[in-house]
């Protein structure tokens, strides 16, 4: 049985496929980037920690200064970045004596969902364009 069809056409299709990651990357990382930064904020403003579980009370509040929850997500080359201040780390783990307040994922979480989805998007949508 021979195969038939259209072999410049996959010819082209495979040369658009390798070429894709370059051209997608900027879009994808921009979209990582706002996914991040939107599940960030509603995470904090819903006081829940990025699997979902609500934050243990905190006697001083984890709103004081807004600087917490303001942290901006920044991004280069491929690699999303959340950059809140130096303390969040304590809070994260539960230093002296304070209950762990989950602020970043540092595994599997809720956040996977949506940021596949906003790569997903720009991935469907440049492959739709073609």
């Known amino acids: 049985m021979a195969l038939t069809g259209d072999w410049a056409k996959l010819s082209e299709a495979i040369s658009q496929c390798r070429s894709a990651g370059m051209k997608i990357m900027p879009a994808a990382t921009e979209a990582l980037k706002r996914s991040a930064q939107a599940q960030y904020r509603a995470d904090f403003s819903a006081q829940k920690d990025p699997w979902g579980s ?39 783990i539960g230093a002296n004596g304070m209950k762990p307040r989950g602020i970043l994922p540092f595994s599997p979480s809720k956040w996977d969902p949506p940021m596949r989805q906003s790569v997903g998007l720009v991935v469907g949508a440049h492959f739709t364009a073609l």
């Open 54 to 92: 609500p934050w243990a009370p905190s006697p001083n509040g984890l709103d004081r200064t807004g600087a917490l929850k303001s942290a901006q997500a920044t991004s280069g080359r491929g690699t999303v970045r959340i950059k809140p201040v130096r303390y969040w780390v304590f809070l994260q």
